[in-house]
């Protein structure tokens, strides 16, 4: 595999005319030697062992063509919430709608995409493309430094509120083969700023497609993120994601992944606390069926004293559905009184949905307050038997429980239109 | 309204019912008091349809109807009610919501409308007045966090909500003070009438000085072993199990 995606990157690399000379060029020569010396992940590897992803991708998927050429960037199938108030951003197949990125231009905030933004912007780009993912650590990193080509570039500049939420709508249309997408996305807030983000993925139903997304997020001092991720792709989707988030001096920022929906999912969601007194909220939801593969991992790595990061996953797994949750704290020996909480909880409905759930701290200051904790277990037979005492449909009473499970978590979402969509969702689900 | 005949009931394979014989009327109290570990809690589940108890032999009918084979809901649709021993805490449902869709699904059971929002905040409002049951603890989620006092005054105020024909009230007075003791009796003989019935299962012949049993059964080793009315709770009181004991065991032996 690895001859082929060098193959196609020679390919890639006459199809970029003068670009071949730039900074973010040289990147993806460099990501191109650090994969051909690691490789995709085998199956011995720690950090795939669940979710097997390069032998699957190398028999499932062509890594031959990864150019960009012929496809089209007209909206996908199945996109949700076109009427919502919202700064709207279009990638369809991996392309970014150019025109309508361009018109969405307000004071403070900066939408381009990440190709445009490498002519107007090259300082932004030297400094942070690339410097926040970790090619060496994680091969689909590399994979998409090598091809990515096509992605947004948002920056939030210095003390702007913005107003709305901006909405990235990444949706997929039919193509002939089972193709790969490659998509890139850099987003700088700025000291002081505040913004509220939704990614929100969909595809055509029948497409077997594996995506590869990562994004780098640059948090100024004292600047604030809501941050959310909606996976409601089909069931033959192939998804990896990798976040990369640097936050500096007393910023805070609040992630959410909702998965509904997907073949295999893989979400790395990384955090850096590159300075101090940062807040770091991580929620996590998955609801899976069928024969779902969800795995999530995240890394907190607290580098400096006084922050504070709180997470929150739970999943409920049905049908053969599996899931994975690995949650890794560093607290280093710098990070003195740091607050550390995780806490993963998982409701199996049937005897034949798995769920692997591994918390990792690894503490190296001596004055830190963290926890962690994991449940993976049934709907109380109490808790269901109490309620049909009282006259209530088993099917209800297992209903009710569910949603008090995620209750807590959904209440979280601070954007209505999106609370509302997920909530009801949740009830098609659960009842 | 209820009859028993020779029920046996096994858990894990232990047989603890050993044919339970009881006819209970409309307008009656029973108290059913016995020992530790004689059965008493096991009958109220299996009344109540708890899944893990089995029946292996003998009938239960209530108002006519076979109800062995109903679904726990369904029992309680019929009209049956158990107080539990130890109630459930269900953190993020919310007492409000549970109520509504309990007594709402019982309506449609028996072919009436679903309850509207107005009609149902008055009945809450008239039967917590009646349990003398605080709104904060209504507001908060099912049982959540509530003293032992409070959660038996929540299944008293259920029962009052959703108005049984029959109430099984497991140990609703273990662990209680003389004062919540005295507002969960004065809530269960208000709701009392003659077209009601209430099985009391209890330790304590104390709380019988509240709610006056109209016939009190005495369950030893998975039977009843003696009936009588009023009285004979004094007399346990006064005298214990003992006797009771040596005089079945001698029987047996």
Known sequence: ?431 | MLTIKNLHASVAGQEILKGINLEIKAGEIHAIMGPNGSGKSTLASVLAGREEYEVTEGAVEFLGKDILDLAPEDRAREGLFLAFQYPVEIPGVSSNNFLRTALNQIRKYRGLEPMNAVHFLKLMKEKMALVEIDQKLINRSLNEGFSGGEKKRNEIFQMAMLEPKLAILDETDSGLDIDALRIVANGVNKLKSKDNATIVVTHYQRLLDYIVPDYVHVLYNGRIVKSGDKSLALELEDKGYDWIKAGVDGVVS
């Open chain 1, 1 to 431: 595999m690895i001859e082929q995606l060098k193959d196609s990157f020679k390919t890639f690399e006459t199809q970029l005319n003068g670009a071949s000379k730039s900074s973010w060029h040289q990147l993806r020569k460099k990501a191109m030697v650090t994969l051909e010396s690691n490789g995709l992940p085998k199956a011995k590897d720690e950090e795939y062992r669940y979710t097997h992803l390069g032998r699957i991708l190398d028999k499932k998927f062509q890594f031959t063509d990864l150019s960009m050429a012929g496809r089209d960037s007209n909206h996908g199938e199945n996109i949700l919430f076109h009427d919502a108030d919202a700064h709207h951003i279009y990638i369809n197949n991996g392309i970014v709608d150019k025109e309508k990125i361009k018109s969405l231009a307000v004071n403070g905030l900066i939408m381009l995409t990440l190709q445009e933004a490498s002519d107007k912007y090259p300082k932004d780009i030297d400094a942070h493309l690339g410097n926040h993912s970790n090619n060496n650590k994680d091969a689909f990193t590399a994979l998409n430094t090598i091809f990515s080509y096509e992605g947004v570039f948002i920056k939030v500049e210095k003390n702007a509120l913005i107003d709305k939420p901006i909405l990235l709508h990444y949706s997929t249309t039919k193509q002939l083969k089972q193709p790969v997408y490659q998509s890139r996305n850099l987003i700088i807030v700025e000291s002081g700023a505040q913004v509220e983000m939704i990614e929100s993925y969909t595809s055509h139903e029948e497409e077997e497609y594996f995506s590869n997304h990562v994004s780098e997020i640059v948090i100024g001092a004292n600047a604030h993120l809501n941050y959310y991720k909606l996976q409601n792709q089909s069931n033959k989707t192939y998804h990896v994601d990798n976040t990369y988030i640097a936050q500096a001096k007393d910023s805070v920022v609040t992630s959410y992944i909702f998965t509904l929906e997907g073949k295999i999912i893989r979400n790395n969601l990384n955090f850096a606390l590159e300075d101090q007194n940062c807040e770091t909220h991580l929620f996590g939801l998955y609801v899976a069926h069928g024969d779902n593969h969800i795995d999530n991992h995240t890394v907190v790595n607290h580098k400096f004293p006084n922050c504070f990061s709180n997470q929150i996953y739970k999943g409920i797994l049905d049908d053969t559905a599996k899931a994975v949750f690995n949650g890794k704290i560093f607290v280093q020996p710098d990070a003195q009184k740091t607050n550390a909480f995780q806490s993963n909880k998982n409701i199996l409905l049937t005897d034949t949905a798995s769920m692997n759930s591994k918390p990792q701290l690894e503490i190296w200051a001596d004055d830190v307050k963290c926890s962690h904790g994991c449940t993976t277990g049934q709907l109380d037979e109490e808790q269901l038997f109490y309620l049909r005492s009282r006259g209530i449909s088993k099917s209800s009473a297992r209903g009710m429980l569910l949603h008090a499970f995620v209750d807590d978590v959904l209440d979280k979402i601070k954007i209505d239109f999106l609370h509302d969509f997920v909530g009801a969702e949740m009830n098609n689900r659960l009842d």
